[in-house]
């Protein structure tokens, strides 16, 4: 416990007695959690999802936390899903759906509750497993550094503590959990992260997982440095507008490629584009991303030039839904296209918005990428119709040029055994 009070004194995640809500399921972590957190003398509400996926167990688990808190004088809420209700309206995933009705509830608990924040019980092993999902999908620095210790209104407590840790101090408090079954099924990535290949790597590596979890610690540390200097980089080679001094960051940054994509960062920019800036900084009239160069100055284009919006999987105007591989029937279509499951995982972030010159990406059943308007030229698009395409991208990644080509990124191959259906309703 006194290693958790002192993770949480370092992150300044609590003040003294503040108010929490902890997430409490009645497995081992979020009973350790609550235990730890009412024992330093927080003010703490215990909040319980029961989806009903697990028939008596649900109920069990829920039985559990009620006596639970009851022992402990800790105020309960419970709250009760309609799972395939969401998933009918969504077309999400059952954990998906879980993930959202969970999420979407805490959050009105908090924000019902000013000052409160939502302690998870993510620990030490669930960070390392998040390492490892993002480092296999070639993250960056802020994929590999792994879940922060605050995300907003979340805070992690536990997240230097081990599994084997915690159930060692409920072992010495004589406190008893309940275990999900489904925890031990290898379906989902995670679960054969953590069943079966990181106890073989601990197996050949002893102590692997506190030295990733160290790793992730010194990731953090250069993500936070990454950002202050991305704020110092702003003020000194932009201006008011948002516009970039590009002449003056090639004649005099030491790495000028670098601190250029820095700034350009969610413009759809890419190496190529930046290589082309550094390389004739003075060129006049070419569109980079959302930025125009002139003579010097990358000037950024009006929003009404590039409309682009976040979209959501399951949420208007992207219909989703789930297909088996046996009833997996692929056809033509302009308006749908079919993914591995695997593309919803590590929460990435989705945009549909208009292709923009210089756009590249990796065509289904080819090797290498072409360029969009390689494409168009293909298809013999005029400009009005080139000015109506969108692309479907995942963190900055195009999936999908909507009505002409899917990307081979996360495309249905032979191992896929989830799949899913997105159908662009606009």
């Known amino acids: 416990m006194e290693k958790v009070k002192t993770f949480i004194r370092s992150h300044n995640l609590l003040a003294d007695g503040a108010k929490v809500v902890v997430a409490l399921s009645g497995g081992a972590d979020s009973v350790a959690l609550l ?4 024992r330093m003398g927080y003010s703490c509400t215990a909040a319980h999802c029961n989806f009903h996926l697990r028939g008596a167990e649900s109920d069990r688990d829920m039985e559990f936390v009620m006596k639970l808190c009851v ?16 998933m009918k309206a969504t077309g999400e995933s059952v954990e998906m759906a879980c993930r959202s009705l969970r999420y979407d509830w805490f959050r009105e608990l908090v924000d019902s509750a000013p000052g409160s924040s939502l302690a998870v019980a993510h620990h030490l092993n669930d960070n390392v497993e998040t390492f490892f999902l993002n480092a296999l999908r070639g993250s960056g620095v802020a994929g590999v550094r792994g879940m922060l210790p605050r995300a907003g209104y979340i805070i992690r407590p536990l997240l230097e503590v081990t599994r084997a840790e915690i159930e060692a101090y409920l072992r010495a408090e004589g406190i008893g959990f309940v275990t ?3 925890n031990a099924e290898n379906t989902f990535r995670r679960n054969r992260l953590r069943n079966v290949i ?3 790597i601990e197996e050949y590596f002893p102590g692997a997982s506190r030295m990733i979890s160290a790793t992730m610690s010194n990731l953090r540390a250069d993500s936070a440095l990454l950002s202050d200097y991305d704020a110092i980089l702003r003020d000194t080679y932009t201006d008011e507008t948002g516009s970039i001094d590009v002449a003056g960051l090639a004649a005099g940054h030491p790495h ?9 960062r969610g413009s759809g920019i890419t190496q190529q584009m930046i290589d082309s800036i550094i390389a004739d900084p003075m060129a006049a009239g070419l569109t980079f991303g959302t930025f125009t160069l002139d003579r010097g100055r990358l000037i950024p284009l009006d929003n009404e030039q590039v409309a682009a919006i976040t979209v959501t999987p399951g949420k208007p ?3 989703m839904k789930h297909i088996s591989r046996e009833s997996f029937m692929p056809r033509r279509s302009s308006d749908t296209i079919w993914l591995d499951a695997a593309v919803l995982e590590g929460n990435p972030r989705f945009e549909l918005r208009p292709w923009r010159q210089g756009d590249r990406f990796k065509p289904f059943g080819m090797k290498g990428s072409k360029k969009l308007s390689d494409l168009f030229v293909t298809h013999r698009l005029d400009s009005n119709a080139k000015r109506r395409v969108r692309v479907l991208t995942r963190d900055g990644e195009i999936l999908w040029v909507v009505g002409l080509r899917p990307s081979r990124l996360f495309a249905v191959n032979p191992l896929t055994t989830d799949i899913i259906e997105l159908t662009l309703k606009l």
Do not use: G, N, Q, W
């Open 317 to 319: 105007p992207l219909a």
């Open 256 to 264: 000028p490629a670098e601190a250029l994509y820095r700034l350009m």
């Open 71 to 86: 022992d402990m004088s800790i105020p309960l809420v419970i709250k009760h899903f309609d799972v395939y209700a969401r």
């Open 198 to 200: 990181l106890p073989l």
């Open 180 to 182: 999900d079954s489904t």
């Open 35 to 38: 235990h730890m957190l009412s």
